[in-house]
Each structure stands twice: as structure tokens, then as C-alpha cells.
């Protein structure tokens, strides 16, 4: 069992950065591909970005290359979302995600549907405000 905890959400101008941590449990957090996923109002939940276990291969949704950086630190199983240039059609509930389907597998692998994902946080709210 892994359990996700967010942290770093908040109400931030148009423009601003955020950097989101999500802390896992657990002993196995090194073999899990992990995964940000958004959900905005009235809209399904979509992967933001994606970070095999060995943090060798990442995954951005078009909409946010460039703009964020998903990485992980196995020693402190955690898992980061570092986030600039926001915008208005960010603002979402942000949730950190783990597969444990794809854990002990390919370490490049970086599963990219809500499905693969076995473990969830309870969400981080991030506001933008234009």
C-alpha cells in the first residue's frame, strides 16, 4: 500500500510559478512510475506529466511543455511539480499519482492513462488568477 500526500498548491498571478511535492510512503516509491495528473471544473481528470521509476524518462502533456518540470528523488520518495509560466486554464485540482501495475518493470516505461494508476493523493488546489 502507498500513500500520496500533496503539498504546494495555492492562489498565484498569471505569469507565477509553483512548485508541487508530493510524499509517498512506502519502501517500494523507487519502482513506481508516477504521474501528476489535473482535473479543472466540470472536466475529466487528464495527465499533466509523467516520470518513470528510475527518473531517467519523463511525459508532458502538449499544453505544458516547456512551461513545467515533473521530477522525483527516490531517497526522499517524493516527487515534484515544478510549474512557471501559469495561466489561467491551469487552475485544477492537481492530484500526484502511482502505478503500481507498471512498478518492478521497464524503468524507461511512463504509463499515461488515468487507469495505470493504482494510487492516488487527495488533490492540491491551484488557483490562477488573471
Known amino acids: 500500500q502507498v500513500q500520496l500526500v500533496e503539498s504546494g498548491g495555492g492562489l498565484v498571478q498569471a505569469g507565477g510559478s509553483l512548485r508541487l511535492s508530493c510524499q509517498a510512503s512506502g519502501r517500494t516509491f523507487s519502482s513506481y512510475p508516477m504521474a501528476w495528473f489535473r482535473q479543472a471544473p466540470g472536466k475529466e481528470r487528464v495527465i499533466v506529466a509523467g516520470?518513470?521509476?528510475?527518473?531517467?524518462?519523463?511525459y508532458y502533456e502538449d499544453s505544458v511543455k516547456g512551461r513545467f518540470t515533473i521530477s522525483r528523488d527516490n531517497a526522499k520518495n517524493t516527487v515534484y511539480l515544478q510549474m512557471n509560466s501559469l495561466n489561467y486554464e491551469d487552475t485544477a485540482v492537481y492530484y500526484c499519482?502511482?502505478?503500481?501495475?507498471?512498478?518492478?518493470?521497464?524503468?524507461?516505461?511512463?504509463?499515461?492513462?488515468?487507469?495505470?494508476?493504482?494510487?492516488w493523493g487527495q488533490g492540491t488546489q491551484v488557483t490562477v488568477s488573471s
Open positions: 499519482a502511482a502505478s503500481a501495475q507498471y512498478a518492478f518493470g521497464d524503468i524507461t516505461y511512463i504509463p499515461r492513462t488515468r487507469t495505470a494508476y493504482d494510487y
Open positions: 516520470i518513470s521509476s528510475s527518473g531517467g524518462s519523463t
